[in-house]
């Protein structure tokens, strides 16, 4: 069948994030092992096509740790700017030429629960970048939990899962589980999705939670889902619905007041 088109080998190993350029989709970011990274061209011939973008050298460069799934994000403003998560927020505002540090370290850094390399994987590092409805308002979670928000291109950082005696911020969200996911509503400023997944800890609880104001409340979402890791979830805010997969199947829900399909 002259239809079928042939597939090739995405570049970046067996345990990859993929950015793809919407301008131009030869050109794609993909995270590798420990959150080193790389840029592709798939215009350009197999042996060509990747170059491991030196600043992310984990493992030669002493001081930085990343996870075996490390967050990458294209901005959805701007294809030029590449956002790569490892201990700290990297930024690149050229295409992935150069990168600076927008983030102090946003984990717990604590040693005890550090992996070391090579054998183990480094955690206490970034797995979730997402962008809110503008330019310049970034949400970064980690593998330990915890939540941030910055509203100004990462110039300042306010963790949103740390509760403040005069408010209750942060105390429906379960302490030390990795945040496999952020996902922001494009029609309401501040309204974001959160899934934690414990799977490490052979916990199959799916957490699910949903916030206001970027603010995490204690409300969850995960009604009837079966117990299962919850991966990722996929927001439309012009049908109102939500997808999410876990470890089992797919799910939809079509209305809050619910329960998944």
């Known amino acids: 069948d002259s239809t079928i088109r042939s597939w090739d080998y995405a570049p970046g190993g067996e345990g990859t994030r993929i950015q793809v350029d919407p301008t131009n989709h030869n050109i794609i970011f993909s995270s590798t092992y420990y959150g080193r990274l790389m840029k592709s061209d798939m215009s350009i011939p197999q042996r060509d096509q990747s170059k491991h973008i030196p600043d992310f050298a984990v493992g030669a460069i002493d001081s930085l740790r990343g996870e075996w799934l490390a967050a990458t994000l294209m901005s959805k403003f701007n294809n030029k700017v590449i956002y790569h998560g490892l201990q700290h927020l990297y930024r ?71 509760a403040r005696q005069d408010e209750t911020v942060g105390r429906g969200l379960p302490s030390n589980k990795h945040v496999a996911k952020i996902e922001t509503s494009k029609l309401k400023d501040g309204k974001l999705y959160i899934v934690l997944n414990d799977r490490r800890a052979d916990n199959a609880t799916p957490y699910l ?42 799910h939809i829900l079509q209305d809050v007041a619910t329960n998944w399909n």
């Not at 040693?111 to 962008?131: D, F, K, V």
């Not at 949903?210 to 890791?229: E, Y």
């Not at 991966?231 to 089992?248: K, P, R």
Request: aromatic content about 8%; some cysteine; hydrophobic content about 35%.
């Open 92 to 162: 690149s505002d050229d295409g992935g030429e150069t990168w600076k540090v927008i983030s102090p370290d946003l984990s717990y850094n604590n040693r005890s629960r550090m992996g070391n390399y090579p054998y183990l994987i480094y955690h206490q590092a970034i797995t979730a970048i997402a962008e809110g409805s503008k330019p310049g308002v970034l949400y970064v979670g980690t593998d330990d939990g915890r939540v941030w928000n910055s509203q100004d291109n990462g110039n300042s950082w306010k963790e949103i899962t740390k």
């Open 209 to 250: 939670f949903v916030s206001a104001n970027s603010r995490v409340s204690s409300k969850t979402v995960t009604a009837n889902l079966p117990a299962s890791p919850v991966n990722v979830i996929i927001n439309d805010d012009q049908t109102c619905h939500l997808f999410c997969a876990t470890a089992l199947r797919i």
